[in-house]
């Protein structure tokens, strides 16, 4: 595992829904975050798994489902950001499915394809950083959105978007730019404009 593909593989695990698991993973994850050395991702990454150390399993998953089930725009669905609650997502969905099966990945999970510990994994183990590329303007939004909001979960995201090329964008309306420059984003569009105290439909996930 190169050190891209053990941040993708931290932060998949770190922004799943926190369980006893995660607490039992902690040791393997200091020592593999440990190994990236010194740099922006290896910080932000351990800086989380201090705030893990520090918080009783109960509270995190309390301020997990806070954070990520009740604000749109902290929504770990990464093609909402492009598609928002349309049919065109559900198309999005198929295309990203099809896309892990031409892989050979059968996704057993009730989370669609595009939910975002799932897709790091993905990038991890098959070599998805043109997958992460094409979502960089919805994770550009996420972390913006996990920033404004103060909450430790920004760290993860931050960490993946150290990984991509170039510089991250500086605000939301730089985001948005980035989301409206070219395929596959085209259709950019929701997140910033919506309320923040709504989730998404289940029907469109």
Do not use: N
């Not at 698991?21 to 975050?33: I, S």
């Not at 109960?58 to 954070?67: D, F, I, K, P």
């Not at 950019?188 to 309320?195: E, K, N, T, W, Y």
Request: glycine share 8%; charged share 25%; hydrophobic share 40%.
């Amino acid at each position: 595992m190169d050190g891209r593909t053990t941040v993708w593989q931290a932060a998949s695990l770190l922004l799943a829904y926190p369980d006893r698991g995660l607490y039992d993973r902690r040791p393997m994850l200091r020592g593999a975050v440990a190994a990236l050395g010194t740099g922006r991702a290896a910080g932000r990454l351990t800086a989380f798994l201090d705030h893990l150390d520090a918080t009783p399993l109960g509270r995190l998953a309390e301020h997990y489902v806070e954070t990520f089930d009740l604000r749109r725009r902290c929504c770990l669905y990464l093609t909402y950001y492009r598609d928002g609650d349309t049919r065109r997502r559900g198309a999005s969905l198929a295309v990203l499915k099809a896309r892990y099966r031409t892989a050979g990945v059968e996704l057993d999970s009730r989370e669609p394809p595009d939910f975002l510990p799932i897709v790091l994994e993905f990038a991890a183990l098959h070599g998805g950083a043109a997958l992460l590329a094409e979502h960089r303007a919805g994770l550009e939004l996420l972390r913006l959105a996990l920033l404004d909001r103060g909450t430790p979960y920004a760290a993860p995201v931050e960490a993946v978007c150290a990984t991509l090329p170039g510089p991250s964008p500086r605000d939301r309306a730089e985001a948005v730019r980035l989301a409206g420059s070219g395929p596959p984003a085209e259709s950019v569009g929701l997140a910033p404009i919506l309320p923040d105290d709504v989730r998404p439909s289940r029907e469109s996930r």
